[in-house]
């Protein structure tokens, strides 16, 4: 989780990340990795335990955006779940992406218009749109697919999955990494220490029936993660 504190007398913000406590259960040290330290662990901002959650606080430089990971004990890495973003990295994985603009305040007025402009999308409908709708009960529903077969997911994520209409290989592959993340999030606390980071990777070869290929990869994998 992210918070961000703008400052009035420097183009700063002051930014607070969280990390839920299970999502680094075991660790020893845990520090925020990205842009603004070179990915560096020697230079790493350390996080500390606060109640529940492993917090650290930087001021960094507006008008641009970072990427950055949290990792444990120089070994494992999380990602983080309310990210304004998430971006490929060149090791299969997703880095998240933090967005600090030069004028916040700009953007709160951009938001607000596009919400004011909303209800005349309402008065935009025509008559076809009734046609359409009779027209998609002739489509048949596509064949629920094995989730569990995707390293990381078991029965219970895969019915969190199933209930948000994530029901075959080829809807998980399209599914964003935001997404998932968001279903696991809204599970509970047990479920968001999960990281889905490879399970979209896994679902397109599971889709494209290429079994030796999702065996190798899974093979490289530990609980689903890289």
Known sequence: MLKKQYLKNKPACKVTFTLPKEAAAGASEVKVLGDFNDWSWENGAPMKVVKNEYTATLELETGRSYQFRYT????????DYQADGYVPNEFGGD??????D???????KATSAKKAAAPKKAAAKTTKAPAKKAAAPKK?????????KIEGIGPKIEKLF?????????????????TLADILAAAGPRFKMH????????????????????????????????
């Open 162 to 178: 199933n209930e948000a209409g994530i029901t075959t290989f080829d809807a998980l592959a399209k599914a964003t990494k935001k």
């Open 95 to 100: 880095n998240s992406v933090l967005t600090l």
């Open 72 to 79: 444990m004990d120089q070994g494992r890495w999380e990602n």
């Open 195 to 226: 990281d889905p980071t490879t399970w979209t990777q896994q679902a397109k070869l599971a889709a494209k029936g290429e079994w030796d290929k999702l065996a190798k990869l899974q093979d490289e994998l530990k609980g689903g993660r890289k």
């Open 140 to 148: 048949a529903a596509p064949a629920a697919d094995d989730l569990k």
């Open 102 to 108: 030069a004028s916040p305040a700009s953007e709160k």
